[in-house]
């Protein structure tokens, strides 16, 4: 069974930076489309980053192009979210979510979430 174990979030002021890890386990990270989601307050959870299972490609929600990368390492079995400039709207959980390699808009494992909050 594939778990996701989510972590690196924390207090940050505005305009700091946090970066966040997920390790997969009980399966191979290679063979998952992986991506980041949120869910702040009161909000509806949504998607914040993704990356194939190979790296070769990734997406950004507007929100946060140019100031979020995703990327992984397959050989350490983890994927990265590197969060900059953040602002006070970026507040929320953060879950790590994983899918079929060839089916982009299915995530089958979650990760428990953690949660970043950004003051001024």
């Known amino acids: 069974q594939v778990q996701l174990v989510d972590s690196g979030g924390g207090l940050v002021q505005i305009g700091g930076s946090l970066r966040l890890s997920c390790v997969v386990s009980?399966?191979?990270?290679?063979?998952?489309?992986m991506a980041w989601f949120r869910q702040a307050p009161g909000k509806e959870r949504m998607i914040v980053a993704g990356?194939?299972?190979?790296?070769?490609?990734?997406e950004y929600a507007n929100s946060v192009k140019g100031r979020f990368t995703i990327s992984r390492d397959n050989a350490k079995n983890t994927v990265y979210l590197r969060m900059n400039s953040l602002k006070l709207e970026d507040t929320a959980v953060y879950y790590c979510?994983?899918?079929?390699?060839?089916?982009?808009?299915?995530?089958?494992?979650w990760g428990q979430g953690t949660q970043v909050t950004v003051s001024s």
């Open positions: 979510a994983a899918g079929p390699k060839l089916n982009l808009v299915r995530y089958d494992y």
């Open positions: 009980g399966g191979t990270a290679s063979n998952h489309h």
């Open positions: 990356i194939t299972w190979d790296g070769t490609h990734t």
